[in-house]
């Protein structure tokens, strides 16, 4: 009997079945594997790492269904964007871009709804109660107001508008409605160097994509500009 006999013979038809049908599932989880990374490279933003706009709203609809009224949902725009591209150059943008980006996933933890909407515009989405939001807004308008350090030593001073809306202040989980509400909002603090929370009558106000300085009885949170 020759060795891949007596092989066989010690390790039984069964066992030699698994070893036969392991290397097609090993080829399987390498195909696997490759298109979970596509699958993510399409979620997500590659300058930032935060959620693309599809990826974004969906987790953050099944947020606000799980969490409901604890829930905050928060716009950022990053404040004179425009003018760090045009003094410092493109890549000095993108490096404040990505800074937001990794400033806003440690703020919001794991379990948010972190995303970049376009250009310098964020959004995120989180279980955050009304006992902890004060603090906790004005823990992110001191981290987009920290200045961004480049690679080559140059350090850029940034600031950021960030507007809040709630299901329990608004009355609604509606997302696109509660992003309409902290647009406004964002735009009633717009360069104050403060959060500013929505109140019910921000539901009211009309605008053209969310864009229009709203009305006064927002509640602002934060550092002076």
């Given at each position: 009997?020759?060795?891949?006999?007596?092989?066989?013979?010690?390790i039984?038809?069964?066992?030699?079945?698994?070893?036969?049908?392991?290397?097609?599932?090993?080829?399987?989880a390498?195909?696997?594997?490759t298109?979970?990374?596509?699958?993510?490279?399409?979620?997500?933003?590659?300058?930032?790492?935060?959620?693309r706009r599809?990826?974004?709203?969906?987790?953050?609809?099944?947020?606000?269904?799980?969490?409901?009224?604890?829930?905050?949902?928060?716009?950022?725009?990053?404040d004179?964007?425009?003018?760090?591209?045009?003094?410092?150059?493109?890549?000095?943008?993108?490096?404040?871009?990505?800074?937001?980006?990794?400033?806003?996933?440690a703020?919001?933890?794991?379990?948010?709804?972190?995303?970049?909407?376009?250009?310098?515009?964020?959004?995120v989405?989180?279980?955050?109660?009304?006992?902890?939001r004060r603090?906790?807004?004005?823990?992110?308008?001191r981290?987009?107001?920290?200045?961004v350090?480049?690679?080559d030593?140059?350090?850029?001073?940034?600031?950021?508008?960030?507007?809040?809306?709630t299901?329990?202040?608004?009355?609604?989980?509606?997302l696109?409605?509660?992003?309409?509400?902290?647009?406004?909002?964002?735009?009633?603090?717009?360069?104050s160097?403060?959060?500013?929370l929505?109140?019910?009558?921000?539901?009211?106000?009309?605008?053209?994509?969310?864009?229009?300085?709203?009305?006064?009885?927002?509640a602002?949170?934060?550092?002076?500009?």
């Amino acid at each position: 009997m020759n060795s891949a006999a007596r092989l066989s013979g010690r390790i039984g038809p069964h066992a030699l079945l698994i070893t036969t049908a392991a290397v097609p599932l090993t080829g399987w989880a390498v195909h696997a594997a490759t298109l979970y990374k596509q699958i993510a490279a399409k979620e997500k933003d590659p300058l930032t790492g935060l959620l693309r706009r599809d990826a974004y709203t969906a987790r953050a609809r099944r947020l606000l269904a799980r969490h409901g009224d604890t829930t905050t949902v928060v716009m950022v725009d990053a404040d004179h964007f425009k003018q760090i591209n045009d003094t410092l150059g493109h890549a000095a943008g993108d490096a404040v871009l990505a800074a937001f980006g990794a400033r806003l996933t440690a703020w919001a933890g794991p379990r948010a709804a972190v995303g970049r909407l376009g250009g310098d515009e964020f959004a995120v989405v989180l279980d955050l109660p009304p006992g902890r939001r004060r603090l906790r807004l004005q823990q992110l308008v001191r981290m987009l107001h920290t200045p961004v350090v480049l690679d080559d030593g140059r350090t850029v001073d940034v600031a950021a508008s960030i507007g809040a809306a709630t299901p329990s202040v608004l009355g609604t989980r509606d997302l696109a409605a509660l992003q309409r509400a902290a647009d406004t909002a964002l735009y009633d603090g717009k360069h104050s160097g403060r959060a500013v929370l929505a109140t019910m009558e921000k539901t009211t106000v009309p605008s053209v994509n969310g864009r229009r300085a709203g009305r006064p009885g927002t509640a602002m949170w934060g550092r002076a500009a």
